[in-house]
């Protein structure tokens, strides 16, 4: 299967662009796969760059999730993260993500610095 850049994610979410997104709709009609590494990196563009509210972030992830023609690894863990998100909108996506990632491999708790991120189920303090 055929996988996706990040910039691929951001015209389909964002169609900012009518000939990249036309492009990038085009590469992933035959089906595509989404790493988890280009999700954290669209996700962090949306809301440094785009500007987009946490709201608008859970939506273009769960449109993503249920996208027909992409593949995302890990899609239980990022749909895991992406209801603590929902509760929890100021940790940000990416730090439910690394929750959701290490509870998968088996290798929880994680640590972090972060009190915020430390209250979930599967965060310590250090």
Not at 10 to 34: K, M, N
Not at 44 to 60: G, K
Request: proline share 2%.
């Amino acid at each position: 299967m055929r996988s996706v850049d990040t910039n691929v994610l951001v015209r389909l979410i964002t169609r900012d662009d009518a000939r990249q997104t036309a492009s990038a709709e085009d590469f992933i009609a035959r089906g595509a796969w989404v790493s988890v590494l280009a999700l954290a990196e669209a996700i962090w563009v949306l809301d440094a760059v785009y500007e987009r509210s946490a709201a608008e972030i859970a939506t273009a992830i769960d449109m993503l999730l249920n996208h027909q023609e992409l593949t995302l690894q890990d899609a239980d863990a990022v749909q895991a993260a992406l209801a603590t998100f929902r509760k929890r909108p100021s940790l940000g996506y990416s730090d439910c993500l690394l929750v959701e990632l290490a509870r998968k491999a088996g290798h929880l708790p994680l640590g972090t610095l972060d009190r915020a991120l430390a209250k979930i189920d599967g965060g310590e303090l250090l």
